[in-house]
């Protein structure tokens, strides 16, 4: 069952703060973050774990809710380069399954 | 360079015309992993493997077939590719800790337009 991510896109200026949100049906054991920026392939940002602590990239952070099997990602006083499209994915017995994608676009 | 590569990285077929796609890691990661991205759709796991001769289905197996003989290589095989298999595809390897991921690296992506 593919997660579901919310919004589907966002537009910021720069120095904006954003949050995206992930959510799934099923029990979850990690929830891993990426973002891809156009034709390129997609980058880890961070994974969390069941059982483990909010993470951080740069201003970049996440937190996850294991028992509203819930995820949201933090972007702090955005930056251009954060432009692109925010893949959440949810992890349970070996398969790792994606949601939609959001896209962000953050304007000068 | 740690690196995932992928062949080739576009092609144009036709359909029915058996196709093999590519990927090597260099990084001696036990995970390895198929997607494709559609417009919408997010990227959608075809196949994974746990690890040599360890292969399963993912989420849109239909029509694609896999094989892991040796731990670099993970080929992507299209026995008779049709027009819904155009796509965009990508290979990703990691470690993996009793079924736990760690990092996906992903490969550079294979653009795949079938007639």
């Known amino acids: 069952q593919q997660p579901v991510q919310s919004p589907q896109a966002v537009i910021l200026r720069e120095g904006e703060d954003a949050v995206i949100n992930c959510s799934s049906s099923?029990?979850?054991?990690?929830v891993h973050w990426y973002r891809q920026k156009h034709g390129e392939a997609p980058v880890f940002l961070m994974i969390?774990?069941?059982?483990?602590e909010q993470k951080g990239h740069e201003k970049i952070s996440a937190s996850f809710n294991e028992k509203k099997q819930q995820s949201s990602l933090y972007l702090t006083a955005s930056q251009l380069s954060y432009s692109g499209t925010y893949f959440c994915?949810?992890?349970?017995?070996?398969?790792?399954?994606f949601g939609q994608g959001t896209t962000l676009q953050v304007k000068p | 360079e740690a690196q995932v590569t992928q062949n080739p990285r576009y092609l144009i077929t036709v359909t029915g015309k058996k196709l093999t796609v590519t990927c090597s890691q260099n990084?001696?990661?036990?995970?390895m992993s198929w997607y494709r991205q559609d417009p919408g759709l997010g990227l959608r796991q075809i196949y994974y493997?746990?690890?040599?001769?360890?292969?399963d289905k993912g989420d849109v197996p239909e029509g694609y077939k896999v094989s892991r003989k040796e731990k670099r290589n993970f080929p992507l095989i299209l026995e008779s590719p049709s027009p819904n298999q155009t796509s965009l595809y990508f290979c990703?390897?990691?470690?993996?800790?009793?079924?736990?991921?760690?990092?996906?690296?992903f490969g550079p992506g294979t653009r795949l337009l079938v007639l």
């Open positions: 990703a390897s990691s470690f993996g800790l009793a079924g736990i991921q760690e990092t996906q690296y």
């Open positions: 099923k029990a979850l054991y990690s």
């Open positions: 969390l774990l069941k059982g483990g």
């Open positions: 994915g949810t992890e349970n017995t070996g398969k790792l399954i």
């Open positions: 990084m001696n990661h036990e995970y």
């Open positions: 493997s746990m690890n040599v001769e360890v292969t």
